[in-house]
């Protein structure tokens, strides 16, 4: 399926492919996308080693298409309800519309913006091309994918059929998805800038169903399905706990052990390990992002099948899952925990500066910012400094904003909602730990008031010096980054913006249930369609 937007911290774009490798019932099948996915064979030898001449004709593949469209809809007990477009590109065409598209739904500017953000807050080096990063993974990954605007299935020509046919059952599913679903709808209520936690969670229902839906593709191709009583890998515990268990590091010393799936086609025309491609280089927060649809949305799919039907996991697309918190604990989708809206203006307090970016993180992203910096952190016995997923739950909201002022300095107000003062106190100790790892020469004071308590730290930079602020108000939490400081002669602050900021935070924040919001968003789309 082809989307391209920003996650909230990712230029993302949806181009699913997948790879294989041999194991015992003959081929265990991983989903992929182009920068939303794993990284993998297929797309990778398409891209290095594929034939000069295709394996099949164009007539052939659409004829492969059809058949696949009728088998996924019996596997999945979705038929597809009419036909639908379908061609045949080489990849350089592909890659062509790949880049057209990005063009049409992000400017330059969103990407540039997106990339000052996450160096301010150090998810990577400043030296980074972010636009070519993103653009070399979209490119390397690229073999085919069903575009939802124009409802139309694109296939590449020159990828071997046995690696072609899982690849097209995961993007045709997604046609039958859409016919059913209307994923653009499920999409429309919040858009990715605004809201990238959202669009995550809803990519990840419609990228997860399909994953599931190509193993078990491939597991019928294999003649292992059906057996009595066992129509899905979800119908065989021990296996979807195994494939619930799968992530990049795994998949790549799995890749280690395991022989191409083909070896008849000879050495030379093997596929690059996983370890050469460009997702492999890339800053470990892009690589989770983007995997985190395929990965995150298969496990929930899995949970959500498991001791029910299919058709209750239709079901869920009548009210699908809000926020990542909902995807990474699907106990808290059926509980019905949706997330509050923060909103917040310390525009007034930023004279000189102009807005360039406003999301919401959500738990996966505030979760891998954590890992970013705390990930190998220890403590003097050699344990992990902070419990990294246990600081991250209790997620209850939040909202990032960032600044620029004319000389490039980026300044960024976090502010997060918790379930629990507790749950709020377990993130800003990890706060504090992030910022000591990140500043380990910066000076610093620690408060504790009748409301909460807070760090503020001082970095000097040799020409400016700039405030980091952390503060727990409650079971609220205020990070505040990269604000001018002064000092006079006696040490003492000249500079109030980040004491401004705070100010115009705690004075103009609000709280808002999401379903208020959701429910406004759908009359106001339902009354733009009503004639």
């Not at 009548?318 to 106990?331: A, G, Y």
Request: hydrophobic share 45%.
């Amino acid at each position: 399926m082809k989307r391209i937007f920003f996650n909230g911290n990712c230029l993302w774009a949806d181009f699913d492919r997948c790879t294989m490798a041999s194991n015992g019932w003959k081929h265990i099948v991983f989903a992929g996308a182009v920068a939303t996915s794993l990284v993998g064979w297929s797309t990778s030898y398409a891209q290095e080693s594929a034939p000069k001449k295709p394996t099949s004709s164009e007539e052939q593949l659409l004829g492969h298409a059809d058949q696949i469209a009728a088998q996924v809809g019996s596997i999945r007990g979705l038929e597809l309800k009419e036909a639908f477009a379908k061609g045949v590109k080489d990849r350089d065409s592909l890659r062509a519309v790949l880049l057209e598209k990005l063009s049409e739904e992000v400017t330059d500017a969103d990407i540039e913006n997106e990339s000052k953000v996450f160096k301010r807050l150090g998810l990577f080096s400043p030296e980074i091309d972010y636009k070519k990063m993103m653009v070399d993974l979209l490119t390397e990954q690229i073999a085919g994918f069903y575009d939802q605007k124009s409802k139309e299935l694109y296939i590449m020509e020159g990828i071997p059929l046995e690696l072609q046919r899982p690849a097209m059952a995961h993007e045709i599913f997604h046609a039958i998805q859409d016919q059913h679903f209307d994923i653009g709808a499920m999409l429309a209520p919040f858009s990715a800038r605004e809201n990238g936690d959202f669009a995550l969670a809803r990519m990840a229902l419609i990228e997860g169903d399909a994953t599931v839906v190509m193993i078990d593709f491939s597991l019928y191709e294999a003649n292992v399905f059906p057996q009595e009583g066992v129509n899905s890998i979800v119908d065989i515990p021990m296996l979807a706990a195994m494939i619930m268990e799968l992530d990049f590091d795994n998949i790549a010393a799995l890749e280690q052990m395991i022989p191409t799936a083909d070896t008849s086609m000879g050495e030379s025309s093997a596929p690059p390990s996983l370890a050469e491609t460009a997702l492999a280089s890339s800053p470990a927060i892009i690589r989770e992002l983007l995997m985190f649809p395929y990965f995150g949305g298969m496990r929930f799919v899995i949970i959500a099948r498991s001791g029910r039907s299919w058709a209750d996991v239709n079901a869920i697309y009548e009210n699908p899952p809000v926020s990542t918190e909902q995807i990474m604990h699907p106990e808290r989708y059926f509980a019905g925990d949706e997330p509050t809206l923060l909103s917040f203006d310390p525009s007034a307090a930023l004279s000189g500066y102009k807005p360039i970016y406003d999301t919401v993180l959500g738990e996966l992203q505030i979760l891998l910012w954590l890992k970013t910096h705390l990930g190998l952190a220890l403590d003097d016995k050699g344990e992990p400094l902070v419990a990294i997923a246990e600081a991250a739950k209790g997620w209850g909201g939040d909202r990032l904003l960032g600044f620029e002022d004319s000389e490039g300095n980026v300044v960024v107000a976090h502010l997060s909602s918790w379930d629990t003062v507790e749950d709020a106190g377990q993130f800003f100790d990890a706060h504090v730990a992030v910022a000591a790892q990140r500043f380990p020469k910066a000076k610093s004071t620690t408060k504790q008031g009748p409301h909460g308590r807070s760090l503020c730290m001082q970095r000097d930079l040799g020409e400016r010096a700039e405030r980091i602020y952390i503060e727990q108000w409650g079971d609220m939490v205020l990070h505040i980054e990269g604000a001018p400081s002064r000092l006079d002669a006696q040490g003492s602050e000249t500079d109030a913006t980040t004491f401004m900021i705070r100010d115009r935070v705690w004075k103009t924040f609000r709280r808002t249930p999401f379903d208020t919001v959701y429910q406004q968003r759908l009359a106001k789309i339902a009354a733009e369609k009503s004639p």
